[in-house]
């Protein structure tokens, strides 16, 4: 378990955990909404343990993948229009998952028949900086709790307790949200939110 504080990520720390992802390794990490499980996306067999952990088949997950910024989720998906493009500058960095048309830089084994990719920016320093320094994407799921009031959990040491056996690394950055993002779905013309959560979108 690794203390990160948000309002300045300590450039060692950011090191460390690009190293474990590096490795192939994976990772529990604080975003601006629940905590997410995830890995380096070019990492097929580390993709392929958390997708067996979730009992999905890779190609037909909802796994979206964390970016750094605008041009770094530009790199995996296919040109989008100028209306799009200032939504998602107004939007991001946000508790938004926005679902995009996906490009061929988005691995094979997450495609399938799946022509789309879920794309974040969280408000969080301390994933952003992670995925600066890795220079790739982090696929991300959310962390759901067993409990059947609370959906998701949010102490990162009751986190820690559960996933050990599972995760290499666990951030502690915080307590988290318990509420997810909103998704919106921007592969067609008028973008439509598929999943209201955390982020109010003005449609």
Known sequence: MLKIYPENPNPKD???VVEVLRNG?????PTDTVYGLGCDITNAKAVEKIARYKNVQVEKSNFSFICSD????SGFSKPVSNQVFKMLKTY??????FILNANNNVPKYFKGKKKTVG??????????????ELGNPI???SIHDDDEI?????DPELIHERFSDFADLVIDGGYGDNIPSTIVDC?????????????????
């Open 70 to 73: 605008l041009s770094h989720l």
């Open 25 to 29: 390794g994976i990772i529990i990490y």
């Open 139 to 141: 696929m991300s799921t």
């Open 150 to 154: 609370i959906e998701y959990s949010t």
């Open 92 to 97: 991001l960095p946000g508790p938004f998952t």
């Open 14 to 16: 950011v090191r460390q």
């Open 119 to 132: 794309v974040r920016i969280p408000d969080n320093s301390i994933i952003i900086e992670i995925a600066k």
């Open 187 to 203: 592969t067609e013309e008028i973008p439509v939110v598929i999943r209201q959560g955390k982020g109010i979108f003005e449609e």
